[in-house]
């Protein structure tokens, strides 16, 4: 059973617009949450984290969000640029077993012009 | 330049043979690790080495084998595999067992 879900695998944007990737996990023990980056025939790439005492955390065109009593956190990418084009995974981890991280299975985003 | 390089970028091999599956990383890193793509399933976490010990062994099979030689180098040596293997073999490290990983660009690895 997946601890860490993106039941979206795909979502297509406007250039300019908001994009909105969203993860839900069901593990209460989770404190520390990622999101990475991929493209094709290239490794992940982390764009940015969050730990469980915050519910916010901004880095440039992105913000992460943590609703913990939903259990549920998503990726906001303002404005969408073509660039952005990618598969983004959601990961997840506790600090007991910090190196043990529990990725999603992905959403392509697709940013069409 | 990504600071974690893996060789080889692609494998085909038997399933009699043997190889390995090699990973550098020039970030100073003290935490490697070994992750399995397969398609159209999340990553899958195989190995973490911390300090060149093994802390995290994800209920691997046998027939692969990693060893880390010291904190800049992690081996995946293969014996033996089976077709469910074919997959993306990922490395990554971390400044801790804490922080975030950086990947490698992986090796696609085909199991005739």
């Known amino acids: 059973d997946q601890q860490v879900k993106q039941n979206s695998p795909s979502l297509s944007v406007q250039e300019g617009r908001i994009s909105i990737l969203n993860c839900d996990y069901t593990?209460?023990?989770?404190?520390?949450f990622l999101w990475y980056k991929k493209y094709p025939a290239e490794g992940p790439t982390f764009l940015i984290s969050?730990?469980?005492?915050?519910d916010k955390n901004e880095d440039g065109r992105f913000t992460v969000f943590l609703n913990k009593s939903a259990k549920h956190l998503s990726l906001h990418i303002v404005p969408s640029q073509p660039g952005d084009s990618a598969v983004y995974f959601c990961?997840?981890?506790?600090?007991?077993?910090?190196?043990?991280?529990?990725f999603g299975s992905g959403t392509r985003l697709s940013i069409r012009p | 330049e990504t600071g974690v390089t893996q060789t080889p970028r692609h494998l085909v091999m038997g399933m009699t043979n043997k190889k390995s599956l090699k990973c550098e990383q020039h970030?100073?890193?003290?935490?490697m690790y070994w992750y399995k793509q397969s398609a159209k399933k999340p990553l899958e976490l195989m190995f973490v080495?911390?300090?060149?010990?093994?802390?995290e062994n994800n209920s691997v099979p046998s027939r692969f084998s990693p060893e880390c030689p010291n904190s800049s180098h992690l081996f995946l040596h293969l014996h033996t595999l089976q077709p469910e293997d074919s997959a993306l073999y990922l490395c990554?490290?971390?400044?801790?067992?804490?922080?975030?990983?950086?990947f490698g660009d992986g090796t696609r690895l085909s199991i005739l």
């Open positions: 990554a490290s971390s400044r801790t067992a804490l922080g975030p990983q950086h």
């Open positions: 593990n209460s023990m989770f404190d520390y």
């Open positions: 969050i730990s469980s005492i915050k």
């Open positions: 990961a997840a981890s506790g600090y007991s077993s910090a190196s043990k991280i529990i």
């Open positions: 970030l100073g890193h003290n935490a």
């Open positions: 080495y911390s300090l060149e010990e093994r802390v």
